[in-house]
């Protein structure tokens, strides 16, 4: 491989072969059809679509041409021949160390200072760490090292190459590059911008102007800027104003991530650009605001929720992005074990009654309502939704938003819904007296309602309606049963490995047997070193039977409800926690912090 000091798809090819991840057959295969995989690969790669979108290059690599065939690694289970795969196995092969390219674990100043753009698009090189003055360069030919030469004489840089896929340094160049060019082309233009929120920066303002948000680098940025976090599976974007810098951060998994740090006068034009798209009222900085942004990524619809409040150093802003493969799920595929779907679908059956689902923000009650909404939807059905703020549009629903400016809560929807002839009503949240006595109502007459309340566990729920008022009586009348959901992190299947609890760990869990066999991801490049990757839930189901209706009075204790639920078979979050982590799901650190 050495000798020839040019990597073709030929030699590459053979490579693979002799290593066991390609077969003769399908070595065969590849060497007759390369040639005509090549030729359109690079049309498609030179295409319209892939140029605006920045994926084109001048060439198509040998691993890219091979990784397209999608074959399977011979005697693997099910395994796909990737271009990470066939990337590793030339690495070492050739001598280079492979590097799986993580973007949130980059500087953007190392990526774009040391490479100009356009050197490092043609040769397909990026600079991915700095260390002791020498600079690590990420290249996609293991043989170029005569382009790494006229660089470190060209720059005066000494630098250490590793091997990593075309595909990982491309999304790096669009992505950092592009962000890093938008963003000086921008602050050039802003040179001293207006920093209306900062309270220790007040005498400063006279004389100076803002960045209009329609600045073509701060559009060019702000879309960047969302490309990588649908690229990275973001569920929330951070824009949050400092002293001297603003800093954005993504939360993957349910874990915050520090992603750039941008010029704070940067900072309010990429806050109104937000602003504009979302349709907020660009002039008022001083009170809360909230808007929606509706666009498209790899040929879906995202909707994006967005949230401003002013902080000590100017506006803040979140985006909740809402994917929609997210989102709407076949119940089947959300973490149910077998009794809680049964019993929750049974619920979902009935034609009349209140069904609550409860948890703290961000433990997926959305995603479980809009599911089984989905479920529930067909022409046979009227379904009526009233949220603050509508999370994601559905044509299958009417879904009416609550405008608490012009008076329109949800007490005030509630009461004039009926007329609306609705078979099934979700009501976003319970967060008062007159939406829960609204809601009692709709059930009393007939329809089926959906929502949520926030409470520690089910049985806290039944404490949680009397408090807001509503009588005992009403309450075993309509309530049908309550999910309390929490979400997990899942052990990554890369690095996944065996340990056992210890006994002070089996004690803590209450766990008479022991030792005990679980898991842990010791951290590998496909979960960017966290051991963990994607998340699952937690769903402990409460059936409002006849037992616990005759325990609702006015002096109801919690302890006694508990006791009376787990004697008709309420499994507790902490067990079904538990039953995950001994299936190798989850791992004993996810239980302890989800459960307490």
């Known amino acids: 491989m050495t000798e020839s000091k040019k990597l073709t798809f ?69 395994t796909l021949l990737s271009e990470d795969l066939i990337t590793d196995a030339l690495a070492s092969a050739t001598g280079l160390p492979y590097y799986k390219i993580d973007p949130l674990k980059l500087d953007m100043h190392v990526v774009t200072d040391h490479i100009p753009r356009q050197f490092a698009l043609k040769n397909l090189i990026v600079a991915v ?59 050039e233009e802003a040179s001293a911008a207006v920093d209306l929120g900062n309270l220790e920066q007040f005498f400063k303002l ?21 490309n990588y ?88 802003v979140v985006i909740r992005v809402f994917d929609p493969d997210i989102l709407l799920q076949h119940l089947d595929n959300m973490g149910f074990y077998p009794r809680e779907l049964a019993l929750y679908n049974s619920f979902l059956r009935r034609p009349n009654g209140i069904i609550l689902v409860t948890g703290p923000t961000g433990s997926g009650k959305t995603t479980t309502l809009y599911s089984s909404l989905r479920s529930l939807s067909s022409p046979e059905v009227n379904i009526v939704t009233v949220e603050d703020p509508i999370e994601m549009v559905m044509e299958e629903f009417n879904q ?15 009461r004039n819904i009926l007329r609306q002839d609705p078979d099934i009503i979700m009501i976003g949240e319970i967060r008062d007296r007159e939406t829960a006595e609204n809601a009692v109502q709709a059930a009393l007459t007939g329809h089926l309602v959906l929502s949520t309340l926030h409470t520690n566990d089910s049985a806290s729920t039944i404490i949680r309606l009397l408090d807001l008022g509503v009588p005992p009586f009403l309450i075993s009348a309509t309530l049908l049963g309550v999910v309390a959901q929490r979400l997990v992190r899942k052990i990554c299947p890369n ?23 679980v898991w842990e991801g010791e951290g590998c490049k496909e979960c960017r070193g966290t051991g963990y990757k994607g998340r699952s839930g937690l769903f402990e189901v409460m059936d409002m039977n006849d037992g616990l209706k005759t325990l609702v009075t006015g002096s109801v204790e919690l302890a006694k ?6 004697q008709e078979g309420l499994v507790s979050l902490r067990e079904i926690a538990i039953k995950k982590m001994l299936e190798g799901v989850t791992t004993y650190e996810e239980v302890i912090s989800m459960t307490g």
Request: hydrophobic fraction near 40%; include cysteine; glycine fraction near 6%.
């Open 10 to 78: 030929e030699n590459l090819a053979y490579l693979m072969e002799r290593r066991g991840l390609l077969s003769k057959e399908q070595l065969r295969e590849v060497l007759s059809r390369g040639k005509a995989q090549e030729s359109r690969l690079f049309t498609r790669n030179n295409s319209g679509t892939f140029r605006r979108s920045g994926s084109s290059t001048e060439f198509v690599s040998p691993a890219e041409v091979l990784a397209s065939f999608n074959l399977e690694i011979p005697g693997s289970q099910k």
């Open 495 to 517: 690095c996944k490995k065996v340990r056992t609890l210890s006994a002070d760990e089996c004690n803590y869990l209450q766990l008479t047997e022991n030792p005990y066999v």
């Open 400 to 414: 009416i938003g609550v405008q608490q400016n012009i008076g329109v809560g949800f007490d005030t929807v509630l």
């Open 206 to 226: 006279k004389g100076h102007q803002e960045i209009e948000g329609t600045d073509k680098h701060v559009v060019s940025a702000v879309d960047f800027l969302l």
């Open 561 to 566: 409800v508990s006791a009376a639920a787990r």
């Open 229 to 316: 976090a649908f690229d990275q599976h973001a569920s929330d974007i951070h824009i949050e104003p400092k002293r001297e810098t603003s800093l954005i951060r993504f939360r993957i998994d349910g874990v915050m991530h520090n992603i750039h740090i941008i010029p704070k006068p940067l900072h309010a034009p990429i806050v109104s650009r937000i602003k504009m798209l979302s349709r907020m009222d660009l002039a008022e900085k001083r009170r809360p605001q909230d808007g929606r942004i509706k666009t498209n990524f790899n040929n879906k619809d995202i909707e994006l929720r967005v949230s401003t409040v002013p902080v000590a150093f100017g506006e803040k």
């Open 129 to 187: 760490e700095e260390s002791n003055g020498i600079i690590t360069v990420a290249v996609a030919d293991p043989f170029n090292e005569a382009v790494i030469n006229e660089l470190s004489l060209a720059r005066r840089l000494k630098i250490k190459r590793v091997l990593s896929s075309k595909n990982d340094i491309l999304k790096i160049l669009r992505e950092f590059y592009g962000f890093r060019a938008s963003v000086v082309a921008a602050e």
